[in-house]
């Protein structure tokens, strides 16, 4: 356990060094920089000082008893006055023991981050309501959770982002050339049918999201049904930092895509239904790597800045709103818009 005077804190305010002061506890938040909702930058604007204040801000940009949980794991110490080191010592020592014993019993009664996570899952006898507070209280781990115990099987759980372009995109090529050799073809029906499919895959996307993703209180109360729920989704809620279990695995998306063949081949004919398989799959290359830009990136000021905020308040403020992940369309038309607070401005905030 140590103790810092603020001077000392203040030193830190670097991206290979950054502490902030939260009620006087310091944490050293350098290895979240990169994966913080909000970017690096709104961070370094605070690096060495206290953000108290800015943190409950309801002018500002409020934060949610998620972000609190997540600061505990990069607890290093306490605040004390200068020359008080050697006086508060024996004091903090005690507060450490008190604060490490509630941070594994936090972590250890829901989901042991340090071990497999599936055999936790099929043994568990928590109930529904417990399940779905605590998957919604994101974790953050600078490593990957393994999921299986299996070596071979853990690595099948995990999907690098670059895989989904490169396995998709020739697909989405070769059904392009399917269309424009089938009977009937042109390049006008092949324009048609790609514009439809990617229309048609926002909507599915929202559906998907909201309906299966987010299927909380229909989920019957049973181990096997949480287990089939943190699975698909509950997994990427409480851990929505973990970069290999963000994107679609391709497992997944090949036994999604089969009604969506059925579809297009029963309603349309050949040429028509080749583009539109072909603008749906380009639909979802688009959502999976906007999705996993929006977390892991310090994304573009036009379009993709206020995306950023309305999906990271999906995750940390308000669960049950804001399933567009791409765009916003289909939360206006069926009412589920999430309400964002006004922007982040730390220029006019910063108490350096």
Not at 61 to 70: E, I, K, N
Not at 106 to 121: G, I, N, V, W, Y
């Amino acid at each position: 356990m140590a103790l810092f005077t603020k001077s000392q804190v203040r030193k830190n305010n670097t991206l290979k060094s950054c502490w902030v002061i939260v009620n006087d506890k310091v944490y050293d938040i350098t290895s979240f920089l990169a994966d913080h909702p909000g970017g690096d930058g709104i961070l370094l604007e605070f690096a060495g000082t206290d953000v108290t204040s800015v943190l409950g801000d309801v002018t500002y940009h409020t934060h949610s008893d998620a972000a609190y949980d997540l600061l505990t794991d990069h607890y290093i110490g306490d605040v004390v006055q200068d020359g008080q080191e050697t006086l508060l010592k024996q004091v903090s020592v005690g507060q450490k023991l008190i604060y490490e014993t509630a941070k594994d019993t936090r972590d250890d009664e829901f989901l042991d981050l340090r071990k497999s996570l599936f055999p936790q899952l099929w043994n568990a006898t928590y109930s529904k309501a417990y399940y779905l507070e605590q998957v919604h209280r994101p974790r953050y781990t600078p490593y990957c959770v393994p999921y299986f115990d299996h070596p071979l099987l853990d690595n099948l759980s995990k999907t690098n982002w670059f895989v989904i372009p490169m396995l998709w995109l020739p697909f989405v090529v070769y059904q392009l050339y399917k269309s424009l050799n089938a009977v009937n073809h042109s390049t006008s029906t092949a324009a048609q049918g790609f514009g439809m499919g990617i229309l048609f895959w926002t909507l599915f996307e929202y559906v998907l999201h909201r309906f299966l993703f987010h299927l909380d209180d229909l989920l019957p109360d049973h181990p096997l049904a949480l287990l089939v729920h943190f699975t698909l989704h509950g997994i990427h809620h409480h851990m929505p930092m973990d970069r290999l279990r963000l994107v679609m695995p391709p497992v997944l998306t090949v036994i999604l895509s089969v009604p969506i063949f059925k579809i297009a081949h029963a309603c349309f004919y050949p040429a028509l239904a080749y583009a539109f398989v072909a603008g749906t799959f380009f639909g979802y290359i688009c959502y999976d790597m906007v999705h996993y830009y929006l977390h892991h990136a310090q994304v573009t000021e036009v379009y993709f800045k206020e995306l950023k905020r309305y999906h990271v308040a999906h995750h940390y403020k308000n669960f049950e709103s804001g399933f567009g992940i791409t765009s916003k369309l289909w939360d206006y038309v069926f009412g589920t818009v999430l309400t964002l607070e006004s922007p982040i401005t730390p220029s006019s905030t910063n108490t350096k």
